[in-house]
T-cell receptor, first 122, second 109 residues
Framework: GAGVSQTPSNKVTEKGKYVELRCDPI?????LYWYRQSLGQGPEFLIY????????DSGLPNDRFFAVRPEGSVSTLKIQRTERGDSAVYLC????????????????????FGAGSRLTVL | QKEVEQNSGPLSVPEGAIASLNCTYSDRGSQSFFWYRQYSGKSPELIMF????GDKEDGRFTAQLNKASQYVSLLIRDSQPSDSATYLC?????????FGTGTSLTVIP
């Protein structure tokens, strides 16, 4: 698509429930990132995909969080047993990138963000 | 620890003035630096990026990078009310991008 698309835009759930957040990146972008942004904070890295594989999941806060990208395009972030502290805006970003930022074309390392999915856990 | 420090502000400038935003980073291995603008309730959008020491200008925006001192700044000339937003600096290293907490800018008409 023309931009990064995220659904749902808003999700309200109860503590303990399971949620899925979907991201459809820009067509042709091989790299996909998930970030979490709390009020007044900058985006916090969660996980990064290069193609179908999770190249770096070191930002996932615990094992309740999981993400997949089975066909190298759309990604789903899954949160089990949600807690009130999970409430935040979940941002997805995609880019066409070289393996190491800053090498090759810097322009290839630019993140384009989706509009985000606002998750509220009651 | 890979950190990005920003003056969280808020910063207020009158319309037409120069707004100066600053950011320091901890990792000397950082290679690419980015400034994003985020309007309230919206997602971050890229303003510009810089990877070489010195200045890079794009319209009313100038990014300045000093790798020896580990800081990057953004100057906004002829500030407009539409520039009122939170400005996030970020740097890239390895396969991650690290973001600061953002600086809130208000341009007063």
């Amino acid at each position: 698509g023309a931009g990064v698309s995220q659904t749902p835009s808003n999700k309200v759930t109860e503590k303990g429930k399971y949620v899925e957040l979907r991201c459809d990146p820009i067509s042709g972008h091989t790299a996909l990132y998930w970030y979490r942004q709390s009020l007044g904070q900058g985006p916090e890295f969660l996980i990064y995909f290069q193609g179908t594989g999770a190249a770096d999941d070191s930002g996932l806060p615990n094992d309740r969080f999981f993400a997949v990208r089975p066909e190298g395009s759309v990604s789903t972030l899954k949160i089990q047993r949600t807690e009130r502290g999970d409430s935040a805006v979940y941002l997805c970003a995609s880019s066409v990138r070289s393996k190491i930022p800053g090498q090759g074309s810097p322009g290839a390392n630019v993140l384009t963000f989706g509009a985000g999915s606002r998750l509220t856990v009651l | 620890q890979k950190e990005v420090e920003q003056n969280s502000g808020p910063l207020s400038v009158p319309e037409g003035a120069i707004a100066s935003l600053n950011c320091t980073y901890s990792d000397r291995g950082s290679q690419s630096f980015f400034w994003y603008r985020q309007y309230s309730g919206k997602s971050p959008e890229l303003i510009m990026f810089i990877y070489s020491n010195g200045d890079k200008e794009d319209g009313r925006f100038t990014a300045q990078l000093n790798k020896a001192s580990q800081y990057v700044s953004l100057l906004i000339r002829d500030s407009q009310p539409s520039d009122s937003a939170t400005y996030l600096c970020a740097w890239g290293s390895g396969n991650q991008f690290y973001f600061g907490t953002g600086t809130s800018l208000t341009v007063i008409p």
